[in-house]
Structure formats: C-alpha cells, structure tokens
C-alpha cells in the first residue's frame, strides 16, 4: 500500500500506529462527559503500550486563566501522588499505569471544566488526551401559594421557582383562564409566575407547577390549588309548608358558602324575640317542644366570616289543624297499567300468529312452485325425446319426397330446353353432329346465324360451362339434395308434392310438340309443372335468357347428377358429407 492510500484512509494509519507504536484504548477523541453533582464520576484513561513501557501517569485540570492545575500522578517507582483534591479524587484501579481512569467521588459543580490525562512512555515518549466533563444539578423547586380575595383586580395567583445547572424549564397544568411569565435570574434561577381575575368559583381549583431538566426522567409536578376568599351566602332551610299546633321534632338550619370559613352564626325572628323552648345548635334552631301558634314568623340567620356578613330568612305559618293531603286514587292507575299491558301482549301474539302465517304461506308457495318446475322440466324432456325419435323415423320419407320433386324438376327442365331447341332450330333442320352430349339439338341465340364457325360454338360452351360453376360455387345449397335452395320446392305440408306418373322408359320424348303430362297429388297438369315450363307470355327479348339459364341447369345436373329408375341421384364426389345413417351421399 503506497502512502497515497494512506492519506485517504486516516482510520486505517491510526489503527496500524497503534498496533506498532500504541495508542489510547478510551476515550475516543474528542469526548464529552455529563455528570451529576453529589454523583460519582468517572473520567475514562486507558494506554496500551505495545512495546514500550509507560512510566508515569497525571491528571490536569485548565483552570480559568489558561494554566494547568496538578490533580493526581502515578510513577512507576514512586507511586500515587495527590493534589489538593485527594479526599475526592482517586485512580479506579489498583495498577494506574494499566488503566489510568479517574474517579471523581463526590461530584461538585466546581468540578466541571477541562481534563487531560498525561501518559509518558519509554522509549516512544508523552501521549495525552483531553476530556470535556460538564456538572448537572438537581432542580431544587418551591410554589408560593397567593391569597385572593372576590373582587380584586388581574393579578399573580402563583408563583413558581427552580434553581438547577443547567437552567429547568418552568410550565403550569392548569385549566383555570390566566396568564403565565417566566424569568430567568444567574445561577441557574428560574421564576415563573401565573396570573388571573379572581372570582368565588375558582377556589380550590388545580393550579400546578411543572418542572423540566436533564436530569429528570419526567417533568417534576409541584401541586397547587387556588384559593379565594369571598364573604358567606346564608340560606335558611327545613320547613316543609305543613307546620301544625301540636307537631315535634321539627327544626331551622342555617346553610351558608364562604371562604374563609364562618366564625359566628346568629339566629333571630324579625319584630320579636324567639320563642321559648327553642335552642340554638350550631348552624341549626331546633324546637324542642310541640309547636304552638305563635312560633309563625319570620326566621332570620346571619352567618360571617373575614370577608364579611350575610342574612338568610325564611317565614313559617303554623297552622291549628293538620293539613290532610288528598289520598292518592291508584285504583284507575292499576286499571290503566293492567289495560296498557294487555294490549302489549296482545300485539305480541298477534305479531307472532301473523308472522308464522306467512312463514308456513311461503313455505308452501316454494314447495308448490318446485314442483311446477320439477314438472315443466320432465315435459321438457319428453317433448325433446320425441322431437328426436320423429326425425330420426320421417328422414327416409322426407328423402324420398325429394327425390321425386328433383325429378319433377328435372323433367321440366329438359322439357323446357326441348322446347326452346324445337323453336330455335335453323330452317333446314340440325344433323348429328350438332347434337350435344345428351342427345339435344343446340340453342341458338336470336342475335347470331345458324350458320357460325365452330370456334364460335366452342367459346360459347366454354363460357356457359364458366357461368354455371361460377354460379354453383357462390350460390346457398340445400342441406338435403345440394341444389340451390331456390330449385327445391318448400318441404311444409301445404305445399304439394310432385309424383311422376308411371310411363315408359321412352316415354320423356314428347310428340308433335306437345309437353306430357305430370301428376300432382292433387290433379294433373297438361304441359307445365308450376310455372317451370311455362311459355306463354314471355316476350322475345326474354327467350334468350330463359334458354341460357336451362342450358346452365342442364349442364348442372348431368355433371352432379344422374337420372336413374325415375329418381334423380347425386353422383359421388371426394369432398361428399354423410348425413343420413344409411349413408346417403349429398
């Protein structure tokens, strides 16, 4: 390690010079010590030597002007010696060249102030350390209690005083509306004073003084209360408004405030003396006898105290009879409580009675209403089991339906392109070799000659055969023959369904240009089948497109179809779906 690291690393250079020249153990520098007077104190000093030897050990106090002052030494071979503090000064271990600490037995505030602990080695030389120590006192604290009198202007109620190093902190707990100042004298001395408005209704009220300093765990709490004199308020009580001739044991008494408390207590009766047979005891005048008429009048009571006199009167009437109050009829009152009951527990049973009514009601509306479920949902069940069961049994009959009206359909169409190929034939006829691949004479179009090339015809094969697989591939197809939803007659019952009548094999081929006829379930129709070969009424302009789109719906079935035994079948085809279990192929 190169110095540079060393001068950035101060603890680690100290650390290396104390294990090699050695060092102080304690304390750290610099070093601050708190102590308590009347305490014992100890200034920490310990030196480890390491390879060298300590000879001498001395305690220094700075005194004021800057100079040392000598408080204790220890030499290696003459031993301990004391200051002018050696009654209170003294090493804390029997060996002081080892552990050099001071203690300082009975701790004074003169005591606070700059101490140095010298140690002199052998060879390496002096080493010493400074110690700061400061001397705390005990707060000594006194309240002086105030005497206020009723009346008196705002003045100091309290005072509070504390002497301690450091200076206390001063504070009242009080709840009492005033004011609080605190002063600060030398010595540590603190004053704090709290003033306020007498009045009679805080006498005796808390007024306590609280006392804070270093060396207190808590503030120190001095009690107090508040005193204030007022004069006495003498109220005279006892009589009861049915004094009688002949009634005993009654008496006066003479309630009064005050403070300071009442020295003297005197009874009177204005206009006259009182009357016989009655003593005074205390604050009470008793009448030591049966009354008589003329013990009416007025009673006075004066009672006084330092701050002053107050009279309380009262007048009693003495009446010759007793005074009988009317007896209290409680007879209506126990008719009432008992009705007034009774109407309670009534509405308690009836509260009840209508509450389980409704309980055991909705009990029975849920069972009733489960059951209603439990009944629809098996129904439900049942309608669905048999929804099943009739189409897995009528989609036989319902193929074959279709079968018959795709042939109904079929026979129509060949029979309309007949039709048109009989009235688009040139004037000299068609030869064999004009026949398309079904036997069919060529539709020709009212805007072109008979007589056009072959290449002609061709472009226009290849442009029908375009359109009708353009048209198969965009167009919706049943679910059930795979035409187009148009091509298939409504499967409801009102619709009628076609039936091909029996006939012969050549029989497709009609004569004389008459359409054969068709039977339906309910009758026979001569030369069309709803509409799918029917021409009259359909302009000229308009045959055209009628024999494109046959030409279309022919090519259409005989390249997904074959007619076979009177029904129209789908030829097979790689991407077929099996939707039948007898596996029909659509």
């Given amino acids: 390690m190169y110095l540079g690291d060393m001068s950035m690393r101060p603890g680690v250079l100290l650390s290396i010079l104390v294990c090699v020249y050695g060092g102080f153990v304690e304390p750290p520098e610099p070093f601050t010590l708190h102590s308590v007077a009347e305490k014992e104190t100890r200034l920490p000093c310990r030196y480890d030597a390491q390879d060298s030897s300590v000879v001498q050990v001395n305690w220094n106090k700075e005194q004021e002007d800057g100079s040392m002052e000598l408080i204790i030494t220890a030499h290696h071979t003459e031993g301990t010696v004391v200051g002018r503090l050696a009654t209170r000064v003294r090493f804390e271990s029997k060996d002081p060249l080892q552990d050099s600490s001071l203690l300082i037995l009975n701790t004074e505030t003169s005591d606070e102030g700059r101490y140095t602990c010298q140690v002199v080695t052998y060879p390496n030389g002096t080493f010493q350390r400074v110690l700061s120590l400061t001397v705390w006192t005990v707060p000594i604290s006194l309240i002086d209690p105030v005497i206020l009198e009723e009346g008196q202007t705002f003045r100091v109620a309290a005072l509070c005083r504390s002497t301690a190093h450091p200076p206390p902190t ?188 409704h309980r055991r009601k909705n009990r029975k509306l849920k069972k009733e209403l489960n059951e209603r479920m439990e009944e629809i949902n098996s129904l439900s069940r049942q309608t669905s089991l048999r929804r099943l069961n009739s189409a897995s049994t009528d989609l036989r009959s319902q193929m074959d339906d279709v079968f018959i009206r795709m042939d109904s359909m079929t026979k129509n169409s060949m029979m309309s392109l007949e039709e048109c190929s009989t009235l688009r034939q040139p004037p000299g006829g068609v030869s064999e070799q004009d026949l398309d691949s079904l036997g069919r004479p060529p539709i020709y179009s009212a805007f072109h000659s008979p007589r056009d090339s072959n290449s002609w015809r061709a472009r226009q094969q290849e442009e029908s055969k375009r359109r009708v697989e353009t048209y198969l591939k965009s167009s919706d197809h049943s679910l059930d023959s795979g035409l187009h ?72 079935l005989s390249n997904h179809f074959h007619y076979r035994n009177g029904y129209l079948r789908p030829k097979a085809h790689p991407n077929a779906i099996i939707l039948h279990p007898r596996g029909q192929i659509i």
């Fill in 485 to 556: 939803s148009s091509l298939v007659p409504p499967l409801s019952s009102e619709a009628p369904l076609l039936e091909t009548a029996p006939q012969s094999p050549n029989s497709s081929q009609g004569t004389d240009g008459e359409a054969k006829s068709w039977s339906t379930r309910d009758g026979v129709v001569d030369g069309q089948t709803d509409g799918w070969s029917q021409r009259d009424g359909v302009a000229e302009g308009e045959e055209d497109e009628d024999a494109s789109t046959s030409f279309q719906i022919s090519e259409a």
């Fill in 170 to 357: 001063l504070s009242w707990d009080t709840d009492l509306p005033g004011q609080s100042l605190n002063r600060s004298g030398e010595g540590g001395r603190v004053l704090s004073q709290f003033s306020l408005h007498p009045l009679r209704n805080m006498n005796g009220r808390k007024l306590d003084c609280l006392v804070s300093h270093p060396t207190l765990e808590r503030p120190h709490r001095i009690r107090n209360t508040l005193v204030v004199h007022y004069p006495p308020n003498a109220v005279v009580s006892g009589y009861d408004g049915n004094w009688f001739v002949g009634r005993e044991g009654v008496d006066l008494t003479c309630e009064f405030g005050g403070n300071p408390k009442v020295e003297n207590i005197t009874w009177t009766r204005r206009g006259e003396a009182l009357p016989e047979g009655v003593a005074v005891e205390g604050e009470r005048l008793v009448f030591g006898r049966p009354l008589v008429v003329t013990d009416a009048g007025i009673y006075e009571c004066e009672a006084r105290n330092r701050m002053g006199a107050d009279k309380g009167e009262l007048q009693v009437m003495v009446r010759e009879l007793q005074r009988h109050e009317a007896p209290v009829d409680t007879f209506p009152t126990i008719i009432v409580a008992g009705v007034a009951g009774g109407l309670v527990v009534l509405m308690v049973i009836i509260i009840i009675i209508v509450t389980s009514h």
